[in-house]
């Protein structure tokens, strides 16, 4: 059974940084998306990041050139480092993660696998 822990969420301003992380267990094989997942209140959950096993990374427009993907095959975990911080990335920031390649790294409804979440809010 597959379990994400991730940590790493919190309050900041916005410019600031934070960076979340992601421990992944219950993985067999090595071929895998990772990703990172957000949810605002009354939105729809938008994918964020992805990054394969390779590794291929594919970033949302929304935060490209701000947030950074990046794993540590070692560790099981996945980082994502958050710079520049805007008001409108104040959600809930969820890990996931799938077997395998596909072509929809960023769509959620092919992702089964999902942690519980962590909170970030920034504020002006």
């Known amino acids: 059974q597959v379990q994400l822990v991730e940590s790493g969420g919190g309050s900041v301003q916005a410019g600031g940084s934070l960076r979340l992380s992601c421990a992944a267990s219950?993985?067999?094989?090595?071929?895998?998306?990772m990703g990172w997942f957000r949810q605002a209140p009354g939105k729809e959950r938008e994918g964020v990041a992805a990054i394969y096993t390779n590794p291929f990374t594919r970033y949302a427009d929304s935060v490209k050139c701000r947030f950074t993907i990046s794993q540590d095959n070692a560790k099981s975990t996945v980082y994502l480092q958050m710079t520049s911080l805007k008001r409108e990335d104040t959600a809930m920031y969820y890990c996931?993660?799938?077997?395998?390649?596909?072509?929809?790294?960023?769509?959620?409804?092919?992702?089964?696998?999902w942690g519980q979440g962590t909170q970030v809010t920034v504020s002006s």
């Open positions: 219950g993985f067999t094989g090595s071929s895998r998306f």
């Open positions: 996931t993660a799938k077997r395998g390649w596909d072509s929809w790294p960023l769509r959620v409804d092919t992702y089964k696998a």
